[in-house]
Structures are given as structure tokens and as C-alpha cells.
């Protein structure tokens, strides 16, 4: 069986990665790091799991963390992992890396938005793991950049209709709203119980760090340029992100046609839901699941399409397409682990 | 003292009402009115008041709404005001009425989102009341049509811009979200605790009744058809309204530019704030008052504005904007009864 | 394949039966009924189970059921139960009904709280399916008595205690704290969005027909009349319930000997979680789980104990008890369909 | 017009103070000091204010404040005002202290739960500011220890029937749940969105600091040792405080006596509501008031009463209260800048 560990497993994305994988039928979590608590028992810091993950943080090493695992997810904030992922590769583990480390393949993008990379020749071979779209190149992978979660809800939806030329480039505009999960489990102001309830906002408009991300992957899709507004929003629940994308059609197409180009290119793809009949994806209707549902309506007075896309932040949006593309690298089904019926509430 | 009453004061926006009018210093409320709670004690519904307004719920009947109050709101579902307002104007009564009765300019408007109008001929006669754009009609009129919560969240940043020619009407795009007391007081799945908790969707997307209502004051002010995408979303908590918009610019001009626009037309105008440095709209700083608080960024990689406003919902969006009409019609200061300091949080 | 039935399958216990049932590897979920939906796809009622669980919801007829299951689970107002269930029994299924007409012993207990009941010989045989207390008869029931949510989150810290005779039976007193979803899902003024939220109160103090039930059962376990006082509260947060309970100390002992009686109570049991070291219960940690669990605290100023649990009123309160009792029934292990690793949050 | 300032005026109980005596028409809020936002403008901390509050926070000194204001509100943690306070009195200004310093008669009492007291003359000299219990002292003070929001919730509803012998002072027992803002605004795990948001849990069970505070003052009231289980719990809400409290009837008496007792104690109090006719108190209905609300049901099979009150921790349970003592010391009508219609939800 397959051994595997977790590189910051006590934030909010690596206690989601033990969930899942603690749970996965194919492999055998067997070591889980964290510097703020080395030695301490993973129970007592997420105690929702006490009795049923037995494991015990440790201190990151290199030797250790080698011993132990084949593949190694890391859950740490960006920059931390460019410095630790090459001795890892070199030792030969296959890594899934959730920062925005190994996302990029314009190096130059990266370095303009977070710093300067230290880890360049690895950035070439890695491949940005959004499972739906890169599925052969992840298969051979040795190296996966996740994507952000803003990214994943944001691409999901638009791809399809890019590689179709269904839309005017520049007219996209992507809306999205964010469960206050994703500001991680370091208590800040912004995430204070007090000024998160009851509390709705935007925040780094058109200059959040997943911009280029996004747009990175929509030209080479689109195969030209293409620039995106993006505005995030805060929320005040736990988990979700609903995104609602904007855009001109390029062509003189009606409903159909799109309902026909999303769904034919996600056909059998497991964790894409298409939404029925005028129906909408709603976030409580992902909660706790890998899905992205996805839904759509055409303005028509304005020649203008509207896509909507539901995820669960935390799962598809970080630890559950991480453990997608694991599945994906071992050659397993890519749902082994991810799969349980949704909660109804 | 003028002597004021509300129709259909125990819905949230009737509520409301009572809650602004029971402190105005300058009007005294001597009569509500509800169908459902006909001889009940108001604090009796909404217990927070009693002990503080004694008013007893009557039922509605035009000679004792008329004998006992000069100034009328009513707060009910379209459709039933346009059938008792005529009477009470023959009467010599002011009316403000919060539904979409009274809104429209053009009838057929109305009529094709609503159902056949049967007062037209007070159609003419009535002010849309957009306190800060229409103040000096609304000063002289006798009947106002209270704007819906959502025109007043995108009109109030948009109508300066707008005027001014800075933005191409071709690319407006309202991404609206609401707290669920726009949803009202009677009980529904969509309002439901369970339902709405942790959970964001879009609803009536590019088909709300209100999308006609905004593109009428649109077109008015920006002396030119005006079409907008609006796309409305419930949100988990009680009060705010948060709404992003998103146009071209027509002119190349800098976020100065944009800054004095909005802030001259609105030099002295005491309910609106605009954002100083960067600083966005959030509902949790508008939550129980009057104020409408606007931002924005400009995206010059994309040569696009975002427009942020806030609003409280049942304030701004409804009962405090209707007091603010009555203290224009009444030549008083119109900040009275709807000033006090904002809470913290 | 054991194949089971849910009559009333769209409230919200009837839809976590959906859920568990679906997921269970031992059991086929055949056939699930409702007046409301008949003939409408379950996915459409649960959004989050489309592509997932593709049963249609029918009709109930006696007939149909009995055709498709074995095993049928009763999740429907109280006495609509009663009517039906004596004809599934008496076809040789075995049923287990979430409501309370198959909870008592003592039938004059039943109708003073709720009505005349019409299937007094059936109450004699069935069995009340709290788990870790009754698993024995449990195992041999053709008819379970689901417990309610409240006697559950009371009884189970309760028992071990009151059957070791270390509590005065005269000063127990239980503060439960219950999240909406147990007001279920048909819409209503307590359980609107803005009337629960931010909201918290108690209701039904010293009168809920959860007392008496509990009373039955904490007579019998400690072998002399037990009345307490029973005061629920609702809390704005959709799963899970914790009770605080208060007992004076009936013996001169120490916390080390509450920890004994307890632990060594439950040892072995798979769904009861005694907190270590001064650590407490908390809903989060129990939310979606079919877990109990347990902690405490001696006041010995004043010789007197604070029992606290938390369960998720969904699950351990309603359909994974239920499920466990069917896995008892069926000899198979209780923990079936009913684990998988717990959410972190 | 009496100069007022705030000490620490950032912290929740701080804010509330500033929004309370901006609007006060009595007295002018002339300083408010902070050591983390020197020099910022208030509104730039509490944007909800902005344009209303236009006071700039000052760095504490004893010089400047007593220049500035009569009266001082001290709104920091513990032991911080015992070692400032003495030197504002020696000045000739009222003070008014939120924090435990002031509060305990006996000084043993507080070295045993807090620290050594380095004021303990003062200690004799200061009111404990209970405004409905000790109204005549306040009127008289130079120094009022302000209660806590827990003391506050659970003296009022108990004082009357305690002073008139009605109940058993062996048997009393209170559940107290606070909203998160009684956590304040330092960020922390326990008042982090995504830990408190859908979770409900106890803490310091039978070990709070208010225990003593709530005691102390039973016991002078009742005129015999009052010892008291006290356990509080945390609510995902913003503000309010619900307390039920248990005790045994000391007298054959009825819910009539109950009613009269408490009804004629508070006969004429402006800020105590009696709920009428089994109607009971929720956190809602005093959400940003200076109300306590008390209800009450007898469980006479128990022969046990049930104490219902609802405050707003932040109001009635800090800075309101803070602002009626001042109202008192200073001979205005201690409804004065405290009154404004409540919001209906």
C-alpha cells in the first residue's frame, strides 16, 4: 500500500488532507508534520477526530518524512515549499504541493506576484493539477502544482467554452464568493468571529494573487491572451465559494449550446455535476464533497452569458483535488477516497 | 405634529417603519395596520418593542386610516396599493409606498414584469424616491414610489458616473448579495434557517423584477437605453446588501477622476459615504442605518470599474429611505428620526 | 442484500436515512416514500445527493413497501406511525420508527403527552433503541423505538451514573441546547432565517414531551422514580445538540471515580467518546457523526456535578441511531454505514 | 456640558462605549485613548462610524485626560486600572471601571481569582455600579466597579426572590450563554469564524472569575453565604446573553408570588421587562439595548423555579450599564443617551 504524508497538517487544507486521506482505501497515512505542534496528538488540536486518527504530529525532516512516505502532500504557505520540494524529488517521492509554488509556468508571473524562485528547473517539470483539464499530464507527473481555490471555481466552469470559442475574451469577469475557511485557522481580525458574522465584503479587487493564476491557464487554453477581472468576496460562512462568471458569447448560440459544450466536455468526469433544468448551484449543496457543480444562464437582452460554479473550498477547492490528483499519479480511479454521500444539510 | 401611519406594519419592512417613525422627534405614529394581526399589541409581534411602541395592529379601512394620519406608508405586496392608494390622494393624503406600484415611468413596463396597472393616471403623478437624485420632485410630490433595495444599492454609485458619460452603458454589470430579510417575514423553504445557513446562491439571475426598475432610472439619467445584467444572490445573514458593479470606462481617466465625480454629486448629501484610500463598502459598517457606503477600484490592466456599494437592506434599502422621503415632503431636515451613532459591529 | 425502506424520506430525518442508507455497504436502499414528492426525484429535493442518489420518491401503500423491503424505517409525524406499523409488523418486517409512538413502556405516560394510542399491543413488544443501554434486546426487537434527540443526549451520561446509585435522583436537572434543524424542515416563524439567527432562546421549558421519556427510561435504569427538569434551548446553528446536566453527588467520591464509572460503562463502545483530561464536548466535533461525546466537571464546593454531551441531533439524535439499531437487529456490526473519518470542521 | 472619556476605548466594551456617549445629549465625549491605535482616527477602526465619530485615539496620560474630562470610563483588562485609577481619583474625576478591579467588597476574595491588589482603599470607597440593585450608592460614588455581563444576567432575575427568602440558597444553579463578542476583539482560536461559527460548547465550568463576583453579592442580598453553580457557555452569535437559572422554592408559593416579587421589585424600572404571560425572554428582542429581560416558569412537579433573563452582553452587560451609573453619579435620568427604539430583528 501506498505510504503517504502530510507537510503542515494542522492547518485548515492539511487537517482536510488527513480527513481524506486517514479515510482512503489504497494508501496508509503514515507520518504528519507541524511546527507549532511537534509531538502533540493530531485528536487534541482537531478533536472532531479524536479516537479515530491516531497519528501524532512530528517535526518536519527530510531523512523522516523520506522514510516514511512515498508521496508527500505539502500544506504550508508559499515559499517554504520551493525550498524543501527538490531534496524530496531527488529522493525520488512524488510530491503534491497546495501553495502557489509550483503553479505557474511563467516564472516571471510568479516572481512578480510573490517573490523571486529559488526552485526554477522543478517549475518546468511540475504540472498544474486542475484534474478535469490536465488529466494526462498529471498521470505522469512527478510533481503537482494544486490550484487555488479560486482558480479551480473560476477555470472549471470557463474552460470549455474557451477551447470552443464561445466567448469574448475580453469580457470575462469572475465574481467570487468565499467561506471564511479560506483564510486559514491563524485567528486575524478578518476572520474574528465578530467581524466576519453578519459581515459581507470584497477584498483585493482586481489584485488578488490568484489573478494571474487563473489567467495563465485561460490563455494557454484559449490559445491568446486572455485578462480577467476578478473580484473575491467574503463571506460569513464556514466552507463554500460560489463563483459567477460574466462574459459577451463570441458566437450566436442559444442555451443549448452551452448546456452541450460544458457537458460533452466534462462527460464522465465524476466530480463535475451539471445542473438541471434552470436549476443553480447553491454551496450548501457541495458542502463537505469534491464536487463543482456548475450552472448557467444566458442574458439574452445583452448577449451576455452568465456561468455559476459551486465548490467546497476545502475540498475541491484544496485537500480533495489534491488527493485527486494523488489517485490520478498512482493510476487509481481518481474517486478512491472521495466519494461519500453528500449530506442532505 | 404630523400624524403618520403604516399599512402592513408587521412585515419587516412595515416593522422597520414603526421602529423609525416610534423615534422620529417630528411626526407622531397614530395608526399601523395588519391583516394578519388585526387587535394584537405590536409588541406582542416584535417583542423587542414592547414596553416601547403601544400601538395596537388595526385592520385597514380608508376612513380610519384617514381620519387618524395625514401622512400614509404603505408597506404591502405589489399589486394591493395601486388599488387603495387612488383613494387616499383623492383625500388629500401623502403616500409613500414602498411596493413597485408607484416606481414606473413607463406603464408597460410595469406591466409586462408585474400585472395590468389600474391607476395609471397616479403613475404620472408619482416620483420615483431616490432621495439624493430626485430630491427637488420628491419635495413638491404626494405620492413616492419607494425605490426597491436592490435599484438603490446599483443606482446610487452608478447614477454620478453615469451622468458625467464616464462609462460604456453597453458593459454594466450588477453582481448583487443579500442578507434573507429581503426575503420577508413569511416563512418559506428559501428562508428557512437550515436552508439558508452556510449556504450562497444566485437566484432570478438576469430575470429579477428589479432589473427593469434599474434600467429605467438608468437610461433616464444617463440620457440614453441603458441595459444592465443584474444578478441578485441570498446570502446568510440577516440585514445588508452588498452590491459589485462592473463597466468600462468611456473616457481615459484615473481613480481621481472617478473619486470627484461620485464625491461632488454627492457634496453634502448626508446618508452617503464614500470610502477614503482604498478602503471597500462593508454591510456589517451600514447594519442599522441609513447610509449607503461606496468604493471602488479601478482595474486598469482592464480598463474596467469596480463599484462597491453597501447598504442596509431594511433601512436604505426600504423603511429608513421611505422616512427620508417623508422629511423631504415635509420640508424637514431629512436626516431626522434616522440619525444616531452606527453600532460597532 | 438486506433491502430496507424509508417511509418519509424528505424531511430531515428521513433524508439523513437517505444518506446513511446509500452509503451502507451491507443494506439496499429500495424504496423511499413521500406525500409531498411522490413520483419526484430525490436529487431534486436534496440537490447535494443528485448524480448520487437516484432513487424517486413513491407514494406509501402497504403493499408496495412490503414488496421491496425488509427492513423499514419510520420517519414521520407521531401517530401516523401507529396506524401503519401494525400491518409491516405483522407481514413479518421489522421496523424501526423515529417518532414516539413506539418509545414507552407505559401507555398512560404516552397518552397524557400525546394522544390515545391505537396499537397498545405492539408498544408491549417493541424495544426503545437506545443502543449502548438496550443492545441486547435491541438485537431480538422486530420494532424499534427510536429515542428522540433529547432523551439521547441525556440519557446516555446519565445511566452509567444514576444505575451505580452516585446521584441524588432528586436534583437532576438537563440544559439542552439544540441547533434548528430539529424544528425540521417545513417552514415556520421559529425556524425563519432572520427570527433564529442571532436569536437565542429557551422554549417549552419544564413541558417538552421529551421529559416524560426521559423520565421512563431513568426510573427504570436506576431503579426508583427519577424526576427531573428539562429546559430546551434553540440555538442559531443548524446540526448539533449539547446538554449540560446538573446532579448533586449522592456519595462522598471524586472525579476519578466519575471518569471510572463511566469509561468502564462504555468500554468497548464504539460510539461514546469520554474527553480526556478536563477537556469538553463541543457540537463541531460530533457534527455529522454518529459519536457521543461525554465530559464533565465536579463543582465540589457545592458537591455537584456537571455532566456535559454533545451528539449531532441529526444523526446520533435521530437517523444513525436508528441505523445502528438496524445494524443490532441484523446481527451485523453496529458501526456499519455509520463511520467515516469526521470533518475537522 | 460634563466632558467624558473612554480609556481603552477600541476594545468591544470601549466601542459600544464611544457609540453610546457620542449620541448622549448630556455630556461631551471629549478624549478616548488607546495604546494600539494612537493617532487613528476612530472611524478608521470602527468604519461604521466614520463621518459620525470624528475623535482621533490618544495615547493614556494622566495629564491629558484629566484635563479633558469630569468623568472617566476605564475600559481595559484587569489590574491595568487598579494602578491608574487611584491617581484619576486623587484628581477629582468620577471613574467608572469595566474591569473586575472595582467590583469585590471582599479583597480576598479578588487576590484569590485575580492578583495581588495594589489599591485596596479605593476598594472600600468603590460602588459596585448594579444600577437596579444599588441605586442609592451609585448616586453618591466616586467609583463604580461595573458588573460583569455573566454577574449582571444572573443577579438581576435572582436579588428580589432571594431578598424576600423564596428560595432555596443551596440549590442554585446557572446556565449562562454568552454570543462571541463577550470574547472580545483580540483575535483568539475560541472567537476564530470557522471555531465558534456552527459550534456550541461550555467553558471554565464551575471555574469563571464572575463566580465570585456573582456571590459575593448573593450573599449580601440574601443575608447568608449563597454558594452557586455557575457554567458558561459560548453561542455562534455576535451579542447576547441568555442565562437560565435553577433553583428549589424555599416557600409553598405560586407563579403569581414568583411574578409579584420580581414585578414589584422592579416596579418603575426603566430598563427591566417583565415577559408577560408565559411568554419568555430571547437575546433577539434586546439586541442592542439596555434591556434585561426576565422570564420565569415554575416546574411544579420539581417544586423548582425556572429564571429566564436576556441581556446584550455589550450593552446591559458593559457599556450601557457603565453609562446609566454614569447617568446616576450625575444626577441626569439614567435612561438619558440609552433609549432608541429597538430594531425589530
Redesign the interface.
Given at each position: 500500500m501506498t505510504r503517504v504524508g502530510v507537510v503542515g497538517a494542522t492547518g485548515?487544507a492539511g487537517?482536510?488532507l488527513?480527513?481524506?486521506l486517514?479515510?482512503h482505501p489504497d494508501v496508509e497515512l503514515t507520518i504528519i508534520t507541524s511546527r507549532q505542534y511537534a509531538e502533540v496528538e493530531f485528536g487534541r488540536i482537531?478533536?472532531?477526530?479524536?479516537?479515530?486518527?491516531s497519528l501524532v504530529c512530528e517535526k518536519f525532516s527530510v531523512e523522516n518524512i523520506c522514510d516514511k512516505a512515498d508521496v508527500i502532500f505539502m500544506a504550508l504557505p508559499h515559499k517554504i515549499p520551493m525550498e524543501l520540494v527538490p531534496e524530496l524529488i531527488k529522493r525520488g517521492k512524488k510530491v503534491i504541493d497546495l501553495s502557489a509554488d509550483f503553479r505557474f509556468k511563467d516564472v516571471s508571473l510568479y516572481e512578480s506576484f510573490y517573490q523571486a524562485h529559488t526552485a526554477k528547473d522543478l517549475l518546468k517539470k511540475a504540472v498544474y493539477g486542475l484534474c478535469e483539464i490536465y488529466f494526462d499530464r498529471i498521470r505522469d507527473a512527478l510533481l503537482i502544482g494544486n490550484p487555488g481555490c479560486y482558480p479551480t471555481s473560476v477555470l472549471l466552469p470557463l474552460v470549455p467554452l474557451l477551447k470552443s470559442n464561445l466567448l469574448d475574451v475580453n469580457?470575462i469577469?469572475a465574481?467570487s464568493?468565499s467561506?471564511?475557511?479560506g483564510?486559514g485557522?491563524s485567528?486575524?481580525?478578518v476572520?474574528?468571529?465578530?467581524?466576519?458574522?453578519?459581515?459581507?465584503?470584497?477584498?483585493k479587487?482586481?489584485?488578488h494573487r490568484h489573478n494571474p493564476e487563473m489567467e495563465e491557464v485561460l490563455s494557454l487554453e484559449a490559445g491568446e491572451p486572455v485578462?480577467?477581472?476578478f473580484?473575491p468576496?467574503l463571506?460569513?460562512?464556514?466552507?463554500?465559494m460560489?463563483t459567477?462568471i460574466?462574459a459577451n458569447l463570441a458566437q450566436n448560440i442559444g442555451p443549448e449550446d452551452i448546456q452541450n459544450c460544458i457537458a460533452s466536455f466534462y462527460s464522465g468526469r465524476p466530480f463535475i455535476?451539471i445542473?438541471?433544468d434552470n436549476?443553480?448551484?447553491?454551496?450548501?449543496?457541495?458542502?463537505?464533497?469534491n464536487y463543482c457543480?456548475i450552472g448557467f444562464?444566458?442574458?439574452e437582452?445583452?448577449n451576455?452569458l452568465?456561468l455559476?460554479s459551486?465548490i467546497d473550498n476545502l475540498v475541491k477547492g484544496a485537500a480533495g483535488q489534491a488527493v485527486q490528483n494523488m489517485n490520478i499519479m498512482l493510476g487509481l480511479d481518481e474517486t478512491k477516497g472521495l466519494v461519500?454521500?453528500?449530506?442532505?444539510?
Open positions: 485548515y487537517a482536510e488527513v480527513r481524506i486517514s479515510g482537531y478533536p472532531s477526530m479524536k479516537g479515530v486518527v469580457t469577469i465574481d464568493k467561506g471564511v475557511s483564510a485557522r485567528p486575524s481580525l476572520a474574528h468571529f465578530c467581524e466576519a458574522n453578519e459581515s459581507l465584503k470584497a477584498y479587487v482586481a489584485a485578462k480577467i477581472t473580484v468576496h463571506i460569513p460562512m464556514t466552507r463554500g460560489l459567477t460574466y455535476r445542473c438541471p436549476t443553480l448551484p447553491d454551496t450548501l449543496h457541495v458542502r463537505g464533497t457543480d444562464k444566458l442574458d437582452r445583452n451576455r452568465i455559476i459551486a461519500s454521500v453528500p449530506f442532505p444539510l
